[in-house]
């Protein structure tokens, strides 16, 4: 699946109005925007750990589904 950065962003950056944002509540937020259902599962297999910013979980996004 291809992701762009536009939708994720959009997605998700809501989420760290906070401050860093878990996997959950990225999930939460994806949802909630109405996000495809392959950005949310995307989102469902990273890691579970605080994401400082959208580009920290841009990044983690790329390494997860780029590795193996």
Do not use: C, K, Q
Not at 28 to 50: K, M, Q, T, V
């Amino acid at each position: 699946m291809t992701v762009i950065w536009a939708e994720f962003a959009t997605s998700v950056a809501p989420a760290f109005a906070g401050g860093p944002a878990s996997r959950d509540l990225l999930v939460a937020y994806a949802s909630g925007s109405h996000a495809r259902p392959e950005l949310i599962e995307l989102l469902r297999r990273l890691p579970d750990r605080a994401y400082p910013d959208v580009d920290d979980l841009w990044r983690e996004l790329y390494r997860t589904t780029n590795s193996g």
